[in-house]
């Protein structure tokens, strides 16, 4: 079992930045890929970024590129989501995942999941 924690939401202006992290413990050698998701109230929760450990490789959502930045360090133990320029439209709770085997953007790929951080961006 994978536990994951995260932190760093909060509210700022538009155009702020905010920097999410997110703590696993557990069996963190068997994760092969985190991310970022985020749930706006009454929408589906979205994918916002990924990483896949063995090759250090990033993806972000078209809605974010540019903007922010996935990144992990600790030895698959510490995800952070770096976020610029924010707007109103970013507005969610954001989770952190974990998946076991592969890479992808799907919420069903993902073995395990945070309770989520909520940020707000206010206009």
């Known amino acids: 079992q994978v536990q994951l924690v995260e932190s760093g939401g909060g509210v700022v202006q538009a155009g702020g930045s905010l920097r999410l992290s997110c703590a696993a413990s557990?069996?963190?050698?068997?994760?092969?890929?985190m991310a970022w998701f985020r749930q706006a109230p009454g929408k589906e929760r979205e994918f916002v970024a990924s990483?896949?450990?063995?090759?250090?490789?990033?993806y972000e959502a078209d809605s974010v590129k540019g903007r922010f930045t996935i990144s992990g360090d600790n030895g698959r133990s510490t995800v952070h989501l770096q976020m610029n320029s924010l707007k109103p439209e970013d507005t969610a709770r954001y989770f952190c995942?974990?998946?076991?085997?592969?890479?992808?953007?799907?919420?069903?790929?993902?073995?395990?999941w945070g309770q989520g951080t909520q940020v707000t961006v206010s206009s």
């Open positions: 990483i896949k450990w063995d090759i250090g490789a990033t």
């Open positions: 995942a974990g998946r076991t085997n592969g890479w992808g953007i799907l919420v069903a790929q993902y073995d395990y």
């Open positions: 557990g069996r963190t050698s068997s994760v092969s890929a």
